[in-house]
């Protein structure tokens, strides 16, 4: 039960409220703001199906990789999950395993590249009939066996680092140049194959 009591000074009434122990003392409710930036304001949602937007996200910001435990024990168990990530990813990239071989291909570098389907690929190594890199000649000759060991997805591999060039490629009676920058992948200390990400020029 509340209790007022009212005084007046000069010209303004003042109103004294003393509120009982069962009405206890307390703000209006408003509304607490929320803002995207936020996320523990709002429920967690179900997980959805893993399908990164790009599998250059994933190495740029150095992601964990779907699929993958997170600790895993294995090369195997993460190049499977690199296989999972270049699989769905929508920009152009190939991912060879430490041999060399080709393990898995975005669906955008197939016409980029001039290639065929990634289970024709898979398997395959790059020179294989894949990839028929020219020279930056009018003739647009072949390259020389040593120029071809220094194609980006390849060094990478050959150095362990970092790798990138421009890349001209004959497909049919059309020759085109990609920008080609290739990462190599590690699990622990050993070399499990090289990423390859790939831009018309």
């Not at 936020?38 to 790009?54: D, G, L, R, W």
């Amino acid at each position: 039960m509340s209790t007022r009591s009212a005084r007046r000074w000069g010209g303004t009434v003042h109103v004294d409220l003393s509120l009982s122990e069962e009405q206890p003392r307390s703000s209006p409710a408003v509304p607490t703001p929320t803002s995207p930036l936020v996320p523990a304001q709002f429920p967690a949602s179900t997980p959805a199906a893993a399908t990164p937007a790009t599998a250059r996200a994933v190495v740029d910001a150095g992601l964990a990789v779907p699929g993958t435990p997170e600790r895993p024990d294995t090369a195997e168990a993460v190049l499977r999950g690199w296989i999972t990530v270049v699989a769905g990813a929508t920009d152009p990239c190939l991912l060879l395993n430490a041999t060399g071989l080709v393990t898995a291909c975005a669906p955008a570098t197939l016409d980029l590249l001039g290639l065929p389907e990634p289970a024709a690929m898979v398997g395959r190594g790059l020179l294989d009939g894949l990839l028929h890199p020219v020279d930056f000649t009018a003739a647009g000759d072949r390259l020389a066996e040593w120029e071809l060991t220094k194609l980006p997805p390849l060094a990478a591999l050959a150095t362990g680092a970092l790798s990138r060039g421009l890349l001209r490629l004959r497909h049919g009676s059309h020759v085109r140049t990609v920008d080609a920058i290739a990462t190599p992948l590690h699990h622990d200390a050993t070399l499990i194959g090289s990423l390859t990400f790939f831009h018309p020029v």
